[in-house]
């Protein structure tokens, strides 16, 4: 059974940067479009971020040059690389495989 595991969240100021990470087991990066998505609190669960599996990205306008999307499929992780944070990305971020299967995300607060 496909497990997904996100981390790296946290609480960080305006203008800071944050790594998260996805983890996956049973099931594979490298042969599906993964992506992020995210959820605010009292807001739809919104795109983020997709990869392709020859590694072609995409990203929703309110991330687009801030957040960086990449996979390492050895590793069978994806990554989501966010600078420049607002108050406005804080919500709990999922990773998806593809496949349907998500992790039970992970908690970003940007607040000063």
């Known amino acids: 059974q496909a497990q997904l595991v996100e981390s790296g969240g946290g609480l960080v100021q305006p203008g800071e940067s944050l790594r998260l990470s996805c983890a996956a087991s049973?099931?594979?990066?490298?042969?599906?479009?993964a992506g992020w998505y995210r959820q605010a609190p009292g807001k739809q669960h919104e795109f983020v971020a997709r990869?392709?599996?020859?590694?072609?990205?995409d990203y929703a306008n309110s991330v687009r040059g801030r957040f960086t999307i990449s996979k390492d499929n050895a590793k069978n992780t994806l990554y989501l690389q966010m600078n420049n944070l607002k108050p406005g990305d804080t919500a709990v971020y999922y990773c998806?495989?593809?496949?349907?299967?998500w992790g039970r995300g992970t908690q970003v607060t940007v607040s000063s």
């Open positions: 998806d495989d593809g496949f349907g299967h």
């Open positions: 049973g099931s594979w990066f490298s042969v599906n479009t």
């Open positions: 990869i392709t599996p020859d590694g072609t990205t």
